[in-house]
């Protein structure tokens, strides 16, 4: 290996670092955040150990010089960096997640301490999936301002130690203090949320402060949508810890760290007012089912969050579509438009589109049958959200080109409605 920085390694919860002498050095690597070492998996890398891992990470950051990680320190610093100013370089597995095992890279120079992660794929799948991803997240941070998805700075594949394959990886942005949130249960049974802070021993996220995750969850996604294109963040999935948090007294902030496609989910050979409306309901609906999903402490059951999830998507739907661009075929924003669309939808036009939604599930999913035994009453609250939500404040937002009970005037009837 090339002359350069100390690099030490340590996994998540040892506050040691490890080496070629440790006994897990040459243990058995697990293939996701619930499979055991001692298990075997059809995908898993063969004879792969931890040794193997830590030396691959180690080849991508000493490569050429060390040019990705200088890069992004620069980047962050906004000051040039070289690989003489870096004294140190800890590396910590952080989880086995379900496509990546993401390492915090510590980077220690003189006066500061910088961490990036470095996502990297062990498992077929996820290598697969990870370049695809590393160019979408470029992708939309290039067509949007946005500030909630991660930097990314570069993308390599490192031999293992054995030199007989190799592991891809990309380097990104940390997000400092932000953690996982789960949906867990008490001695009693009582759901709570909890924030994976370590630091804090996984602290309970304040019951009037749980709304907010949801909300902050459904704008960011909102924000990231194209009403022209229909082009969408999805899949994406709480239980894989694709959102993280951070609380700062009352206030909380939210990233989305994960991209794994940018596609639309609904077909429409044309691109006219009607159909872009239409998908977004679509979205909408989708995204009220999708942000009550999660599993027990992130591994467990699949489970269904509480009520207040149903409001809180709706809030933050709105707030993000306020932001998003209007295409050209509406003289007025999106979000006026929208509205009374929405308002004039039946419980049993939303149902009918939330059934196809569910049945987009394979019928062996986990998820299929919690969505299957919620359903009419999701859709009956999100209905009751709907007409007292929006209702209650419509008369202040009616543009020119509607009638005095919200609906669209005849000329945009046929274009927008069934």
Known sequence: MQTGPGIQYFLSDHNASIHTGSPIWNSPFPICRNHTPAQTHPDRQPDLCYGDYFAA????????????????????????????????????????GAFYHPARIEVILDAVRLNFVLNVAVSEVGQRSLSREFNLIRHLNRKYKWPYLPKVYGLEEAQRGNGTSTLSM????????????????????????????????????????????????????????????????????????????????????????SVRNYAPIVNSEEQDARSIIEALLVFLLNLSIQNRLDRSDGVGDVVWAEDHAIYATLKGFFSGLRQIETPDLFSEPLIRFFKPYLMARTESDLMEICQAISNRYPPEAPEAAVIN????????????????????????????????????????????FY
Not at 60 to 79: C, M, P, Q, V, Y
Not at 374 to 383: D, E
Not at 396 to 416: D, E, V
Request: with cysteine; hydrophobic share 40%.
């Open 57 to 96: 990470v180690h080849t991508f950051l000493e490569k050429d010089r060390f040019r990705i990680l200088t890069l992004a320190a620069s980047e962050h610093l906004n000051e040039r960096i070289v690989p003489a100013d870096i004294k140190s370089i800890h590396i910590h597995l952080e989880k086995h």
């Open 373 to 416: 035994n919620n359903l009419n009453q999701h859709v009956a609250r999100f209905y009751r959200s709907v007409q007292q939500g929006i209702g209650s404040s419509f008369d202040t937002c009616r543009p020119a080109g509607f009638n005095r009970n919200g609906n669209l005037m005849k000329s945009l009837i046929p274009y927008l």
């Open 170 to 257: 990309f380097l990104g942005e940390w997000f400092d203090g932000f953690y996982e949130f789960h949906i867990t249960s008490d001695h009693v049974g009582r759901n709570r949320i909890v924030l994976w802070d370590p630091r804090k021993r996984n602290s309970e996220i304040p019951e009037d402060m749980i709304p907010s995750l949801y909300e902050r969850a459904a704008e960011i996604l909102t924000c990231y949508y194209d009403p022209l294109t229909f082009d969408q963040i999805h899949p994406w999935s709480h239980a894989a810890g694709d959102f993280i948090a951070r609380l700062n007294n009352t206030d909380m902030e939210m990233r989305l760290i």
